[in-house]
């Protein structure tokens, strides 16, 4: 025996629980096969819960099958209070539930808990299911109409291959499946109120708003006499319960803007269903359509016709009931309804084909907005802090690349809050600032985000909208060297600034994204200073992914393509013999072209042909002051005479869309930075520009790319500061033919898993199935949506210290407005015009 955790639950066993009603031939059948599957018998434990019977039929099932416990219920408590009731007295750390007019195959538990072995987010598994005789199709995939009625769209059909493939389910029937013990009765396991039929459902539906996985596993097999035990009591009994029940789980189950579109439409829907399908005239009570005669108190009607109404009374029976576990389901909810529609499969399934009733079906349908609301994609907002003009820099090429992918998927928009003078036919674009957010983000289900949104946008800060936090970029350090000419107090005020504000997003992130393992690293222990490495997020998954991955920086997935040469008989003084070295993208103070230039003054001397090129000095967003070694590296490059015949500065800034005929006119790619820490967490974007256009590449040690260049032959790595070792490796990367080859050939099969389709992979997933972290929910953060009603209030600020106008500042424009303001506040105390 395996011995029982504190909590009386035995790692590795497998409880499976059968409820019987009058039914105890089936029952001590499927008790036998149990018997049978390959699984542990020391780790497999048989109850059965028998609802008050009354015919001996648990007795027999104790003398047939002594392996079993029977528990005797005494009431017919239906399938959701047995299976409760079995599950009270379970101990195993799996429970698995089976009708007991089932059977299993012989792998039905074994592959179930290989599934949950395989990750941790896996609460529930839902066994593919088959008739008895193996042939048709009894579930695959649980599909969910808009008015809450469970089906099985397969159902019926002869099995086949393509229904042996794994993916995640709205839930699984009752009638096989699996659910770890611990979530099970996390929950509150079955819902009573149900007694039978679509308890399964509202399981998997509460499961899933929870950011559970309910996983379809087809090789758990079982098979089943369908509805062998309903039949000898009445359909019109089963249709009362499967409309009430349907109703039950639309109240508790929906947000509040679907409920208020779907409860009104599904209770006149259970009606002329009802009535419909009993055939029954309903204008027998008009006295427009049906004048005169019939004073009668009474009319006969089929009880079938009885249960949509009677279904509409009992829900409002149950609402006194029903009000608090909606209350506790809408406020820990980790998914909104409309993450959760695209595994309803068909939402807008009308299910039954009599001609009143589909004519009523589609007019509700469209009085009440239902398929525009439930069959919509997944809304995302992409916003960046970078202006969107043709000539862009990395953050806002990232944001246009991220917009671009998730747009095949989902309904996408873009906003800048720095301006936008572009467009794209596949995603909406546009500027927004401050207040003039609000719209979209109250549009948006998932919010990803550069910079300094949550300044701008502080209402999201407490609302419970899904945030994506992209710090690829770790501006922080960057500061260190950017804020050095603001003074002591000015550089001190905007790391400090810089910092609280990416601690806030690190709090209040549901997910992150970050470009390198050991930047990944560098976040997880700042994380861990904020308090987000705690319980609930590890027990979610163990690795942290869910919490943070990598998605570095990408290259587009089609190759450039020149349109025109940009350098070569172009730039005066490059011609076609030239021997072209690029530097991508600005200079910035954490940047060495000092040591560059320098290595190219050696290198003319026996390579006069040799050329540098410098794609951009001025930054497209007006916010970003000129850095002081840009401006040391022209002296530089003029005081050795180099300007204009060796080194060449591109003044303005490359259109993003033109940047492939500059790489193409390069021999060869360079990046050369100063060995500091903003090196050592850095992501150089430029160098992906690089492996898209094919061209070696030469770096300076420090940074990660420097590490994938030499651990992948894509070119040449030097120490910082070296000229000789830059000018040597120039020369091999210029003039090697061999190496040249060599490296070119590793940059092509290097640079496939730089796709950006591959790189957003994580973004992909998430964005397919978004969730609040589940720290940022159970008893913290209420369910709280952007309230339609709610305006932000504009503040008046007449007089505001330096910290107050820096947070102001950071709200009109991040980091950068920062450093305009604080740069020109300088200028005005000490009297300069410029430099």
């Given at each position: 025996?395996?011995?029982?955790?504190?909590?009386?639950?035995?790692?590795?066993?497998?409880?499976?629980?059968?409820?019987?009603?009058?039914?105890?031939?089936?029952?001590?059948?499927?008790?036998?096969?149990?018997?049978?599957?390959?699984?542990?018998?020391?780790?497999?434990?048989?109850?059965?819960?028998?609802?008050?019977?009354?015919?001996?039929?648990?007795?027999?099932?104790?003398?047939?099958?002594?392996?079993?416990?029977?528990?005797?219920?005494?009431?017919?408590?239906?399938?959701?209070?047995?299976?409760?009731?079995?599950?009270?007295?379970?101990?195993?750390?799996?429970?698995?539930?089976?009708?007991?007019?089932?059977?299993?195959?012989?792998?039905?538990?074994?592959?179930?808990?290989?599934?949950?072995?395989?990750?941790?987010?896996?609460?529930?598994?839902?066994?593919?299911?088959?008739?008895?005789?193996?042939?048709?199709?009894?579930?695959?995939?649980?599909?969910?109409?808009?008015?809450?009625?469970?089906?099985?769209?397969?159902?019926?059909?002869?099995?086949?291959?393509?229904?042996?493939?794994?993916?995640?389910?709205?839930?699984?029937?009752?009638?096989?499946?699996?659910?770890?013990?611990?979530?099970?009765?996390?929950?509150?396991?079955?819902?009573?109120?149900?007694?039978?039929?679509?308890?399964?459902?509202?399981?998997?539906?509460?499961?899933?708003?929870?950011?559970?996985?309910?996983?379809?596993?087809?090789?758990?097999?079982?098979?089943?006499?369908?509805?062998?035990?309903?039949?000898?009591?009445?359909?019109?009994?089963?249709?009362?319960?499967?409309?009430?029940?349907?109703?039950?789980?639309?109240?508790?189950?929906?947000?509040?803007?679907?409920?208020?579109?779907?409860?009104?439409?599904?209770?006149?829907?259970?009606?002329?269903?009802?009535?419909?399908?009993?055939?029954?005239?309903?204008?027998?009570?008009?006295?427009?359509?049906?004048?005169?005669?019939?004073?009668?108190?009474?009319?006969?009607?089929?009880?079938?016709?009885?249960?949509?109404?009677?279904?509409?009374?009992?829900?409002?029976?149950?609402?006194?009931?029903?009000?608090?576990?909606?209350?506790?389901?809408?406020?820990?909810?980790?998914?909104?309804?409309?993450?959760?529609?695209?595994?309803?499969?068909?939402?807008?399934?009308?299910?039954?084909?009599?001609?009143?009733?589909?004519?009523?079906?589609?007019?509700?349908?469209?009085?009440?907005?239902?398929?525009?609301?439930?069959?919509?994609?997944?809304?995302?907002?992409?916003?960046?802090?970078?202006?969107?003009?043709?000539?862009?820099?990395?953050?806002?090429?990232?944001?246009?690349?991220?917009?671009?992918?998730?747009?095949?998927?989902?309904?996408?928009?873009?906003?800048?809050?720095?301006?936008?003078?572009?467009?794209?036919?596949?995603?909406?674009?546009?500027?927004?600032?401050g207040y003039d957010l609000w719209p979209h983000t109250r549009w948006a289900d998932v919010i990803v985000f550069q910079g300094f949104l949550l300044e701008g946008a502080p209402w999201l800060k407490t609302s419970n909208k899904i945030l994506v936090a992209d710090i690829y970029d770790p501006i922080h350090l960057e500061q260190l060297e950017q804020a050095k000419d603001l003074g002591p107090n000015g550089r001190a005020a905007s790391i400090r600034e810089t910092t609280r504000i990416l601690n806030e997003q690190l709090s209040r992130a549901d997910f992150l994204l970050c470009a390198s393992e050991k930047q990944r690293d560098f976040w997880l222990g700042q994380l861990a200073g904020q308090g987000r490495i705690n319980a609930p997020v590890y027990d979610e998954d163990e690795s942290l992914s869910t919490l943070i991955d990598v998605v570095p920086f990408g290259i587009p997935d089609d190759p450039p393509v020149q349109r025109r040469s940009a350098i070569r008989d172009v730039v005066e003084g490059i011609d076609g013999n030239s021997k072209v070295i690029l530097w991508g993208g600005g200079i910035y103070n954490w940047f060495d072209p000092l040591t560059l230039i320098h290595a190219v003054d050696r290198l003319k001397d026996r390579h006069p042909e040799v050329r540098l090129f410098f794609m951009g000095l001025k930054h497209p967003n007006p916010g970003v002051p000129d850095m002081r070694v840009a401006w040391e590296g022209k002296q530089l490059a003029d005081r050795l005479g180099l300007t204009g015949r060796h080194v060449f500065f591109n003044e303005g800034w490359v259109p993003y869309e033109e940047r492939a005929d500059y790489l193409l006119d390069a021999d060869l790619g360079v990046s050369t930075h100063f060995n500091h820490v903003e090196t050592a967490f850095s992501f150089r974007t430029r160098i992906l520009d690089y492996l898209w256009a094919g061209l070696p590449i030469v770096a300076t040690d420090g940074d990660t790319f420097a590490g994938l260049i030499g651990s992948h032959g894509l070119g040449e790595v030097v120490p910082a500061e070296d000229v000789e070792a830059l000018e040597r490796a120039l020369e091999q990367m210029l003039y090697d033919d061999e190496a040249r080859g060599h490296a070119r050939a590793n940059i092509a099969e290097f640079a496939e898993e730089y796709r950006w389709s591959k790189v957003l992979a994580p973004l992909m997933e998430f964005c397919d199935a978004p969730r609040r972290a589940p720290d940022l929910v159970f008893g913290s953060t209420p369910y709280r949506p952007l309230d339609p009603s709610f305006t932000p209030p504009h503040q008046e600020a007449p007089h505001l210290s330096d910290l107050q106008l820096l947070r102001e500042y950071f709200r009109a424009g991040g980091m950068r407005e920062v450093v305009t303001r604080a740069s020109g506040r300088v200028k005005r105390v000490v009297g300069l015009g410029g430099r």
């Amino acid at each position: 025996m395996t011995a029982q955790t504190d909590a009386g639950t035995r790692p590795g066993v497998v409880s499976v629980i059968l409820v019987n009603y009058r039914g105890d031939a089936d029952t001590i059948t499927c008790l036998r096969h149990l018997l049978e599957v390959d699984w542990p018998a020391d780790r497999l434990e048989l109850i059965v819960v028998d609802n008050d019977s009354g015919d001996g039929g648990a007795d027999r099932i104790r003398h047939a099958v002594p392996q079993a416990h029977v528990i005797d219920a005494g009431a017919n408590t239906g399938f959701a209070g047995g299976c409760n009731l079995g599950v009270a007295h379970a101990t195993g750390e799996f429970i698995g539930f089976l009708n007991n007019d089932a059977r299993p195959d012989a792998r039905w538990v074994s592959a179930a808990v290989e599934a949950f072995a395989s990750d941790r987010q896996i609460a529930a598994v839902a066994s593919k299911v088959l008739d008895w005789e193996g042939q048709r199709v009894d579930y695959v995939d649980g599909s969910l109409t808009w008015y809450g009625m469970g089906y099985k769209r397969e159902a019926e059909r002869p099995d086949s291959p393509e229904y042996d493939k794994p993916k995640d389910v709205l839930f699984g029937t009752g009638a096989a499946m699996f659910v770890r013990a611990d979530v099970f009765r996390a929950v509150g396991g079955f819902d009573e109120r149900f007694f039978m039929f679509y308890e399964d459902v509202d399981l998997g539906w509460r499961l899933n708003l929870l950011a559970y996985r309910f996983r379809y596993v087809p090789t758990s097999l079982a098979f089943h006499r369908h509805h062998v035990t309903m039949k000898k009591f009445g359909d019109f009994r089963e249709q009362y319960l499967l409309e009430r029940n349907a109703l039950l789980a639309l109240y508790k189950n929906l947000d509040d803007e679907s409920l208020a579109r779907a409860l009104p439409a599904a209770m006149a829907l259970a009606v002329r269903r009802s009535v419909a399908r009993a055939g029954v005239d309903t204008s027998i009570l008009d006295l427009q359509r049906a004048p005169g005669g019939d004073a009668e108190d009474t009319v006969s009607v089929p009880k079938a016709s009885l249960a949509g109404p009677y279904a509409i009374d009992y829900l409002t029976e149950q609402l006194t009931t029903l009000m608090p576990s909606r209350e506790a389901i809408q406020s820990n909810r980790r998914r909104s309804d409309r993450q959760l529609f695209p595994l309803f499969r068909q939402a807008i399934e009308p299910a039954f084909a009599v001609e009143s009733y589909l004519e009523a079906h589609e007019v509700l349908v469209s009085a009440f907005g239902i398929a525009e609301h439930f069959q919509g994609r997944q809304r995302v907002l992409v916003v960046t802090g970078e202006p969107l003009f043709k000539r862009m820099a990395g953050p806002a090429i990232r944001a246009w690349e991220i917009a671009n992918v998730l747009s095949d998927r989902h309904d996408v928009t873009l906003v800048s809050t720095a301006g936008c003078e572009v467009s794209s036919e596949r995603f909406n674009v546009g500027h927004a600032t401050g207040y003039d957010l609000w719209p979209h983000t109250r549009w948006a289900d998932v919010i990803v985000f550069q910079g300094f949104l949550l300044e701008g946008a502080p209402w999201l800060k407490t609302s419970n909208k899904i945030l994506v936090a992209d710090i690829y970029d770790p501006i922080h350090l960057e500061q260190l060297e950017q804020a050095k000419d603001l003074g002591p107090n000015g550089r001190a005020a905007s790391i400090r600034e810089t910092t609280r504000i990416l601690n806030e997003q690190l709090s209040r992130a549901d997910f992150l994204l970050c470009a390198s393992e050991k930047q990944r690293d560098f976040w997880l222990g700042q994380l861990a200073g904020q308090g987000r490495i705690n319980a609930p997020v590890y027990d979610e998954d163990e690795s942290l992914s869910t919490l943070i991955d990598v998605v570095p920086f990408g290259i587009p997935d089609d190759p450039p393509v020149q349109r025109r040469s940009a350098i070569r008989d172009v730039v005066e003084g490059i011609d076609g013999n030239s021997k072209v070295i690029l530097w991508g993208g600005g200079i910035y103070n954490w940047f060495d072209p000092l040591t560059l230039i320098h290595a190219v003054d050696r290198l003319k001397d026996r390579h006069p042909e040799v050329r540098l090129f410098f794609m951009g000095l001025k930054h497209p967003n007006p916010g970003v002051p000129d850095m002081r070694v840009a401006w040391e590296g022209k002296q530089l490059a003029d005081r050795l005479g180099l300007t204009g015949r060796h080194v060449f500065f591109n003044e303005g800034w490359v259109p993003y869309e033109e940047r492939a005929d500059y790489l193409l006119d390069a021999d060869l790619g360079v990046s050369t930075h100063f060995n500091h820490v903003e090196t050592a967490f850095s992501f150089r974007t430029r160098i992906l520009d690089y492996l898209w256009a094919g061209l070696p590449i030469v770096a300076t040690d420090g940074d990660t790319f420097a590490g994938l260049i030499g651990s992948h032959g894509l070119g040449e790595v030097v120490p910082a500061e070296d000229v000789e070792a830059l000018e040597r490796a120039l020369e091999q990367m210029l003039y090697d033919d061999e190496a040249r080859g060599h490296a070119r050939a590793n940059i092509a099969e290097f640079a496939e898993e730089y796709r950006w389709s591959k790189v957003l992979a994580p973004l992909m997933e998430f964005c397919d199935a978004p969730r609040r972290a589940p720290d940022l929910v159970f008893g913290s953060t209420p369910y709280r949506p952007l309230d339609p009603s709610f305006t932000p209030p504009h503040q008046e600020a007449p007089h505001l210290s330096d910290l107050q106008l820096l947070r102001e500042y950071f709200r009109a424009g991040g980091m950068r407005e920062v450093v305009t303001r604080a740069s020109g506040r300088v200028k005005r105390v000490v009297g300069l015009g410029g430099r």
